[in-house]
């Protein structure tokens, strides 16, 4: 049965997905609240958004690193939202992660500490109401580390862990977690990249997955292209002595 439509707080709303997500929400007949830490990227995102779908929508100012203020930010919304769908992350050079400190401290605290430690507030608050869904993208980066990437894989592990965890802890409250693993996704960040057809999603792929998981289907972890789950069954078969070898 697909969830009446309310309102979704979309966290990351100046990225392609979290864009791509928000227009989806609207079409659908949803107010949606973006966050952006950059005031004038956000405005643009919701002008955009407001003639794109005149859908109802606002812009919330937010630094996923600031996690001090996240509890004033909860507050700020009023009422809560239906959906939390946090879209927020980097993808670092993994030779500079591995090099500056600072750096790959950037990146687990982008990838990891402020998406959990915000989505864990907002799930306190829909456990006391009793309803909600929080939908929390990760990556497959996090399956298991990989030489080339394990800097940015560790974080989202992290928050793969977190997301399964929190689910267990709240599936029997009326509050549902989902897991959303894109994949390649052809954005911003992946610009300059060379990406397989056969395992890249666009955006708005994405962003049609994520609400069907969350509003429609009602799914717990989802591959946004499903090649993902046979490589990546493939992956975790590997004995370690020869997936420490395989560079990739």
């Not at 864990?120 to 298991?144: C, H, P, Q």
């Not at 592990?157 to 802890?169: I, K, M, P, Q, V």
């Not at 996704?185 to 990249?193: F, L």
Request: contains cysteine; charged residues 20%.
């Amino acid at each position: 049965m697909t969830t009446q439509p309310g309102t979704a707080l979309i966290i990351g709303g100046t990225s392609d997905i979290g864009r791509a997500t928000a227009l989806v929400y609207a079409d659908h007949g949803w107010k949606v609240i973006l966050t952006a830490r950059n005031d004038e990227e956000g405005l643009r995102e919701v002008n955009h958004l407001l003639i794109a779908s005149q859908a109802k929508a606002e812009l919330c100012r937010l630094d996923i690193l600031d996690t001090e203020s996240f509890g004033p930010f909860i507050n700020s919304l009023g009422t809560l939202p239906n959906t939390v769908v946090c879209v927020v992350g980097m993808l670092p050079t993994q030779s500079r992660a591995v090099a500056d400190t600072a750096y790959a401290s950037l990146s687990l605290r982008t990838n990891f500490e402020g998406p959990a430690i915000l989505l864990g507030m907002l799930a306190d608050r829909f456990e006391k109401r009793g309803t909600g869904t929080i939908v929390g993208v990760s990556s497959i980066a996090g399956n298991r580390g990989r030489a080339s990437n394990y800097v940015y894989g560790s974080a989202k592990a992290g928050l793969t862990a977190f997301l399964s965890g929190l689910r267990g802890r709240l599936w029997h409250s009326g509050v549902r977690v989902v897991t959303v693993m894109p994949g390649f996704v052809r954005t911003r960040m992946t610009d300059g990249m060379k990406l397989s057809p056969f395992l890249t999603a666009e955006p708005e792929q994405v962003a049609e997955a994520i609400y069907e998981a969350a509003e429609s289907r009602h799914r717990d972890i989802i591959y946004v292209r499903r090649s993902w789950r046979l490589v990546m069954g493939v992956i975790a078969a590997m004995p370690e002595g020869v997936f420490k070898r395989v560079r990739f």
